[in-house]
């Protein structure tokens, strides 16, 4: 700031005082208002000027003649803010001895001349100032030359006092450099000393990361075989085991189900050859052969209804059982009888059909209460779970005649019904009907890492909703929780398939037959051959109007509430009854007339019947054996009919009652097997 102050100052100065040898050089003969650069006067300067124009005429600045006559008349620079006196003197003289006497000519020439006069005073002043200016610039450049010879004096006495000290620095370095050069080299021998002892480091190291990895996986190794071995290191299965120790052997291991705490952990033994199986043990020991009954003849008699008989015990506490179910996939036991004059599972009989199954075949009661009953015939307890069924193999107690054995295996997904805690007979109220049983330990197949839906513990939505998890999930049964409690239904993943819901062509259009993730709903019971009515034809419902044999309703594994869950939650329902037959008419006749064809309905109350439109039953001609009215088909003394239902109203289904029609006159027999 103070810097430009000085600039704007030194300007000033130097446009103040015009150069003196351009002043020499003005014209005085030319009018003031006509001069160019220094000839023009600054402000408050007075200046001599000729009396005469270029031209003779009075200056262009002045307005008029009149106004020319004036003695000074200032004319003002409006560019520079300068003033410029012009006095024409010849002119001034002129107009005044127009109209003036001589005395004031006089006076007037007396003015002029002290006005040059003043002129020439102003002139020398100039000169002066000049010449001052210039001796000052002289006086200015000596004192620069002068400081500039100092300047180069100092410059090299510097120069050489530099080179002097140099010469003494340069044996100084030159000692330092030896000696740095020394360093370096000691350097160098402790790096090569460091880098043979990083190899030597590095080996050992090797050596010990060798060892250590030894170490560490025989610490490893010695934990993971440790698994199971005490109630501190229990896991929830054998299966959690075998996932955990790739390595463990068939044995006995301690496991921990319900998890938290391992001081209720108990032992169970391991088969770990067949993939990690929980074996717990039974408490009961083999039953030998005797006449156990409570007298009276035959009838069905629970052995735990026996005197002095209890249900069976097994190993492990119900909280902990309970646990191992849910997380078990799969469960097993074998019982073995041996009797003599005893039926045990089946009686064969070659001259009754409708009993080649005794009506008292053997049935277990599971954990859970529910029955389980054989793969064939009519069981004591009509209502069954699909799932809790036997098989039985060998059975040599089917002549009911002398020794025999049979051996009964019970393998499920229910494995909440596992193991089994009784079981009742029916042919052994006579006294020489004896028979005894070992009941074996019960066998637990658990999945570590189960997807969704394969077990208990971990029950999935729907099958869409299994297939959304697990799009690579197979056909099967899986648990789908649709209220409260999980129930196992079959989902047809793949629409492939035999028994395929979706392989199955709808003659509706539009019906998504390819959809995948179909949910199936076992029924709890079939109908059995018989004849249900006497007394003429006519169309009965199964389950309130039989007269001969009272029939039931057809039912379902999921109640009321999970049923309609499913339905809310589901856009298509399809459904296949098989309607066997002997001498009935079960859809149409052999003159294509459908006058005795069987009606359904469903829970809804929703009819299904021929014209009936949307509800009208699909029967394929070929599986309409029924309409011969004989009993010739494959399977001795039985035809068949199959009917299918197909629909996107979900209250249609399922099927909860039939009305056939041509039931009424002697040996007219029918039966259904519900799907």
Known sequence: MVFHLNCVALLIVFATFPDIEALQACDLDVPCNLGSGPCRAPVGELMSCTSRGVDGRCPADFQDESTCSSSLQPSFNTKDGS???????????????GGATSGVFTELQGLQDKLDLVDASIKQSVKNLTSDIQASEESIIEMIHSTKMELNTSMHDLRIGLEKADSEQQEDIRKVNSSLEAALRDISQNVMDLDK????????????????DNI?????????????????TALASCGHILHRNKEAKDGDYYIDPNGGSTNDAFKVTCDMTNGGVTIVATLEKAVPKGAYRNGGGDKATWWSSIKDKDEFKYAITANQLTALQAISSHASQVVDFVAAGVIIYRYRSTNSVDRQYTSGQLTFKGWNNEFVRGSHG?????????????SAGPDTCQSNSGNCQTSVTIATRETRAMPVKDFVLFDIGDSSETYGFTLSNVRFTTL????????????????????AVNPAAPDGWYYIQLAKTPKLLRCDMTCSGANSACSEHSHYPGSPDNARGWTCVPSQRNVPMAQY??????RRWFGTQMGSIRGYLLSYVLDNTEMNALKASSTQAKQILKMSCRGVITWMDNGGNYGSSTQFRSASGLIWRYGGGLLTPLVYFHEDECRKNTGSGAVPYRDHTIFRFDTGDTRALPIVDFAPSDIGDSGEVFGMDVG
Not at 223 to 228: A, F, H, L, N, V
């Open 378 to 390: 009519n069981s004591a307890f009509t209502i069954h779970n699909p799932h809790l069924k036997y």
């Open 448 to 467: 570590p890492r189960p997807f969704i839906g394969q077990t208990l513990a971990k029950p999935a939505k729907s099958c869409r909703h299994i297939l």
């Open 533 to 538: 009515h006497r007394g003429g034809d006519g």
């Open 216 to 232: 560490a996986k025989e610490v490893n190794a010695l934990k993971t075989s440790s698994i199971g071995t005490t109630k501190a």
């Open 197 to 212: 002892l990083k190899e030597n480091s590095e080996l050992t190291f090797k050596n010990n990361s060798i060892i250590m």
């Open 83 to 97: 003033v410029i006196i012009e006095t024409n003197k010849d002119l001034f003289i002129k107009n005044s001895l």
